[in-house]
């Protein structure tokens, strides 16, 4: 959270858009509601393209998005002082909920950044702000998530019928 530097930190073997909507998706779970704005780096999964005059959006992020009621934003491509909070919060996890730690599984590995998330990051003084983030976080104006259910989202797939009216599914045609 960008005012009050609170933070959540998940682990995914890939970058794709199901993990970005997981991730999403876990994090206003965990804040307990959804922020007014999202700063998102270029990661072809939520932009497919940014110019100076446009960004195009991945349309399942951009809907995404919309049922959450939050506005993305994405940072200028090659400007990292775009997301200076964001990058600084990433150096902080990994020097030091990460630094010299083996994890047996990611479920393993997840369940110990929570475990950090909440009894360190969320009570320690932070270094800009001076202040606890736990703290700062009740002055964060989050939209309530209420009794909304989790995105749902099926990936579409487009197959071509083959002379035989068949189509192929899995390695299966039927």
Same mark, same amino acid.
């Given at each position: ?43 072809? =999964?939520? +932009?497919?393209? !940014?110019?100076?005059?446009?960004? #195009?959006?991945?349309?399942?992020? /951009?809907?995404? &998005? ?54 360190? =990051?969320? +009570?320690?003084? !932070?270094?800009?702000?001076?202040? #606890?983030?736990?703290?700062?976080? /009740?002055?964060? &104006? ?33």
């Amino acid at each position: 959270m960008g005012y009050s530097r609170r933070l959540v930190a998940v682990a995914f073997p890939r970058q794709r858009l199901r993990e970005w909507l997981a991730g999403h998706g876990l994090a206003f779970q965990h804040f307990g509601g959804v922020p007014d704005r999202i700063v998102v780096d270029n990661a072809k =999964a939520m +932009v497919l393209t !940014h110019t100076r005059d446009a960004i #195009v959006w991945n349309a399942t992020y /951009a809907d995404f &998005a919309s049922s959450y009621g939050v506005r993305p934003w994405a940072c200028a491509p090659y400007r990292p002082q775009t997301k200076g909070k964001v990058e600084s919060g990433v150096k902080y996890v990994q020097r030091n909920a990460l630094a010299g730690k083996r994890f047996h599984s990611w479920d393993h590995l997840n369940a110990w950044l929570l475990e950090w998330a909440t009894t360190v =990051a969320d +009570v320690r003084v !932070h270094g800009t702000t001076h202040e #606890v983030p736990l703290m700062r976080f /009740a002055q964060e &104006a989050l939209t309530p998530l209420g009794s909304r259910p989790p995105y749902q989202w099926a990936p579409v797939r487009r197959r071509l019928v083959a002379a035989d009216a068949l189509v192929s599914v899995a390695g299966r045609r039927d």
